[in-house]
């Protein structure tokens, strides 16, 4: 599938980019999320006309975001979970769990999926987390997990 793009994508390509795609990721992501448009001649005079608003929207988003980032880049985040006594949880730290801890200790907007786990939080420890704002912004965060003490 050939679409264009409306905005910036990792990985895949910025405003006005003619990327071809799984028919999937197009139809179901792309597309749905108002990301791109089909590709044909009249989409494509459509865009290089919009191509300036298009960039302008991009940079505010892409600067509100920024703003963020600094609120949050190399914070540390604890979490306090019950675990067996090798170290390992019970359950895993989902994404939703830190965003609402984010959300509710700075009070800053952060979505389940702009958080990238490179591996389960299933473990006592400190581990990394990055948070993808934008195609162009990210900040990494610290999330320490420690054992529930009991009496």
Known sequence: MELILLENIINLGNIGDKVKVRNGYGRNYLLKQGKALRFNKENLELVNKKKDELNKKNTELKNKFKESAKLLNNKSFNFFKESKDNGELYGSIKPKEITNLINDKIKVEVSP??????????????YKVEIQFHSEVKAIISIKIDKIQTK
């Open 113 to 126: 999926s702009q958080i990238i786990l490179k591996n389960e939080l299933n473990k006592i420890g400190t």
